[in-house]
Each structure stands twice: as C-alpha cells, then as structure tokens.
C-alpha cells in the first residue's frame, strides 16, 4: 500500500485494494486446504498403522506403530505445516524431523522436542513421509541431495506448486511422490478464509474443515484422492501382507460399516473388492497414478454418493461430525491390476451400483 500510494500519489480506495485482498485471501485459503491435506494423509497412514497393529495377525508388527514425517524446509511454508502437524494430526514432536539451511531459527519446534538439522540425506533415509516445503529455485540442489537416500517405503509430499510432478519424478529417480493439485472454484473467499488468523486456528473451525473437503471452494483434483489409496496400499505391501487382508484393512480404515450416511436407508457403503491379483499388492507408481485418467477418478467426479463417503471420512478425522443424510443406492469400488505391474503401472478402480 505505501508503495501504491507514493507511486500514483494517492492512497488507493477500498475498490482499489479489493483485488489485492482477493489474492492474500486466495494465498491464505491454497495454505490452509494444503495443510490440512497433508494432515489428513498422515492421520489416513495412522489410522491404516493402529489397524494393521490392532489386527490379529499371527505374524509380529515387523514396523514401528507411529509414523515417522520429515519436513525439508524451514520458512513459512515448513513452519506453518509443522505447526499444524503438532497440533492436528496426532503425531508426537519426537516423530517430526525438520531439515533446514537455518534450524537455528526454528527453536519453539525443538522446545517441543522436534528435531531440527540441516541434512537433508539424513532426513530422508529417516522419514517414511517427506514433505517438500522449499522455494522452487532450491529444488534442483535438494533433489540431487537426497535421490539417492529414498527407499520404499518412504513417500515423498511435494508443496512445491511450480515444479510439475514429471520433473519431480526425473529429479529424484523415483514414483511414490505426491503432489495436489489446486483449482480455486469461487470467488467468495474471504468469508471463508479471512486474511487474519493463522493456518492452524483456521483449522480448528468445523466450518472451514468442510470448506477445505475436496471438491469445494479450493478443489484438490480427483486423482490425488485416488493417488492417497495408493500410498496407503503401498505401506501394506510393505508389510507384505495379503491383498485381501490389506484391503479389508483399507476397508475398515475408510468405510466404517454403520455410518450415518446409509444408516437411514439401511444400504451399504462403498467397498474396496477383488478381481484377479497377485497374492500381494505391487509397489505402486504414484506419478502414473496422478497423471493417467482411470475409471475410479471418473467414477468419483459424478458419484454423489462416493463423495458424500469420503466427505464424512475426511471431516470425521478432524473431529468434525456431519448430520445424516439419504441416499438410495450403494457402489462397489472393484480394483484391478494392470498387467501386473510393479512399477509405471497402477490399479484401474472399477465400481458396480
């Protein structure tokens, strides 16, 4: 404002700011919705952890029960996303690890009990989620640092909005990366997000929890919901566990079998279900599941029936309950294995209704 003021010699009107509170209210709202994504796929690995631990497998958990994040990037982005870590997702400060150039600058984390260093490697070979929280321009040298440390299971969350996820997986020789994809969808914002607060005040509003479900004000595309599956499926192959019993795993994780949705019409919820497979699930290609069209991401954009499922998954992770609503028919998410591929090939997820 000062700057506009000296430059045309006026103090610019409210019209004149309108324009620039949209874009801060914008900024706000793409921070918000990516953190508290992030949050809800961590707090979806979680949960798919506590069960496979609460199971009555008779093999021993061969795999730490709390999920291990790592944070590359200590500026506003890295400090926002740890903040809403410690305070949402149900992830201790001993399970946080924070890589930055400057980890003298991050003390109300390490007085918290997360760790602060700057080594990315060291970082990378830890965490079984990194997420990318650096500017652009520093890409290139952080992914030639840490390539060659990634190992599966390890999955790798990109915040990093202008480097496209082709690139990404050249840089880093490797597939199971993550990167939502936003789309503002209204131009009434600032009611929603406001320009003053911070991103994890925001997030404990019941009413902005639901504004941030996919397919609302700032929607995430449908194949990132696809693409969170696939992660989850991912760390049960690397539990080697049977496909049946991952996904009945995933099953009980994402579809409760009384929830409030089909409870009034007494249907059923959506089902993860089998066609012919291998005795265990494939590594996945995240990319490829990202970039490629596939039945279950069509399916999902016109199911008002599967989003309403995974709306209540979504909020109820957050603690935010939904009233009841009606529906008179229910679906079958069948899934296949194409070719039976281990790499650059994915699951096509079928349905019947």
């Known amino acids: ?59 021993p958990v061969s795999f730490p029960t709390c999920l291990k994040v790592g944070i590359i ?28 150039r400057r980890p003298e600058t991050l003390s109300e984390f390490q007085q918290l ?18 997420f990318l929280c650096c500017l652009p321009s520093h890409l290139l040298h952080i992914c030639s640092g840490i390539h060659a440390a990634l190992r599966e299971p390890c999955i790798v969350y990109s915040l990093v909005t202008a480097v496209p996820l082709p690139r990404l997986k050249q840089l880093l020789s490797y597939s199971a990366i993550l990167k939502p994809q936003y789309q503002c969808t209204s131009r009434d914002l600032e009611d929603v997000w406001g320009t003053n ?55 009980d994780v994402c579809f409760p079998e009384h929830c409030p949705i089909c409870a009034e019409k ?36 016109r199911s008002v029936h599967l989003q309403k499922h995974l709306t209540l998954l979504y909020c109820t992770s957050f603690g935010v309950l939904l009233r009841p609503l009606s529906y008179q028919f229910h679906c079958r998410i069948h899934m296949i294995v194409c070719d039976g591929g281990m790499h650059g090939e994915h699951f096509v997820l079928q349905w019947e209704g």
């Open 113 to 130: 009990g997360v760790e602060c260093f700057y080594d990315n490697g060291q970082l990378v070979a830890w965490a079984e989620v990194v």
């Open 1 to 59: 404002t000062e700057m506009m003021t000296s430059q045309y010699g006026a103090r610019p009107g409210k019209e004149s700011e309108q324009p620039l509170l949209c874009l801060r209210s914008r900024s706000k709202g793409l921070m918000v919705n990516a953190c508290a994504h992030a949050v809800f796929f961590c707090k979806l690995l979680q949960a798919l952890r506590d069960t496979i631990s609460h199971s009555q497998s008779p093999e």
């Open 197 to 251: 607060g911070t991103i994890r005040a925001a997030l404990q509003d019941p009413f902005v929890i639901q504004a941030t479900c996919p397919c609302k004000r700032i929607a995430v595309t449908g194949k990132w919901l696809e693409a969170i599956f696939y992660a989850a499926l991912n760390s049960c192959m690397w539990r080697h566990l049977p496909h049946q019993q991952a996904l009945k795993l995933l099953n």
């Open 266 to 301: 007494q249907t059923s919820c959506p089902q993860f279900v089998l066609f012919s497979l291998p005795s265990t699930f494939p590594w996945f290609d995240l990319v490829t599941v990202q970039l490629k069209a596939s039945p279950f991401s069509q399916f999902l954009a």
């Open 73 to 100: 990037g200590g500026g506003h982005a890295g400090k926002q996303l740890a903040r809403v870590l410690l305070e949402l997702s149900g992830i201790s400060a001993q399970n946080i690890h924070i890589s930055t």
